[in-house]
T-cell receptor, first 112, second 112 residues
Framework: KQEVTQIPAALSVPEGENLVLNCSFT??????LQWFRQDPGKGLTSLLL?????REQTSGRLNASLDKSSGRSTLYIAASQPGDSATYLC???????????FGDGTTLTVKP | DVKVTQSSRYLVKRTGEKVFLECVQD?????MFWYRQDPGLGLRLIYF???????EKGDIPEGYSVSREKKERFSLILESASTNQTSMYLC???????????FGEGSRLTVL
């Protein structure tokens, strides 16, 4: 059974800092990995999707990397802003399970 | 942009009531999903559908049913609501089963 872990559960940084969020998974037979952002009381907003054949994806100040062999993905946020404050979740799609498994998320607070 | 719309953002129901949660997507996606999200338990898949009139059980289907009469609409039904079904319900869609997931804004259900 796939297990997805996101450590730390919470992170607080000053504005302008570059930061890395981590996502680990136990079963490397994944088809893709997706990063989401969730604001309090809202749904999930898709940030980046990385296919299993890819090593990284970039969108603006966000860069996500994938290392299937070690079961890890990182989300790099450059020059963080208070508006980046949210919970960030990762989800992996397993070919054998036929579904996505979500991590519990990292809650990021960017202080002005 | 993909738009997934959940008709009710907040609902308060009584124990034993029948509850309908509606979800509509506007991008001709084949696949639609219902999740619930609870603190400490993360996102859990209730049901999904990969085609009109087709449905598959997820991890926690007990106490729920679904309906997909049209491609764009996927309904979650609580036949007899119970207090342990108080939760945030999230609908999602994807073009292909292994594709990028797009979520709605969520429906916060409270069962008294």
């Amino acid at each position: 059974k796939q297990e997805v872990t996101q450590i730390p559960a919470a992170l607080s940084v000053p504005e302008g800092e570059n930061l890395v969020l981590n996502c680990s998974f136990t079963d490397s037979a994944i088809y893709n990995l997706q990063w989401f952002r969730q604001d309090p009381g809202k749904g999930l907003t898709s940030l980046l999707l990385i296919q299993s054949s890819q090593r990284e994806q970039t969108s603006g100040r966000l860069n996500a990397s994938l290392d299937k062999s070690s079961g890890r993905s990182t989300l790099y946020i450059a020059a963080s802003q208070p508006g980046d404050s949210a919970t960030y979740l990762c989800a992996v799609y397993n070919t054998n399970a036929g579904k996505s498994t979500f991590g519990d998320g990292t809650t990021l607070t960017v202080k002005p | 942009d993909v738009k997934v719309t959940q008709s009710s953002r907040y609902l308060v129901k009584r124990t034993g009531e029948k509850v309908f949660l509606e979800c509509v997507q506007d991008m001709d996606h084949e696949n639609m999903f219902w999740y619930r999200q609870d603190p400490g338990l993360g996102l859990r898949l209730i049901y999904f559908s990969y085609d009109v009139k087709m449905k598959e059980k997820g991890d926690i289907p007990e106490g729920y049913s679904v309906s997909r009469e049209k491609k764009e609409r996927f309904s979650l039904i609580l036949e007899s609501a119970s207090t342990n079904q108080t939760s945030m319900y999230l609908c999602a869609s994807s073009k292909v089963v292994i594709g990028e997931l797009f979520f709605g804004e969520g429906s916060r259900l409270t069962v008294l």
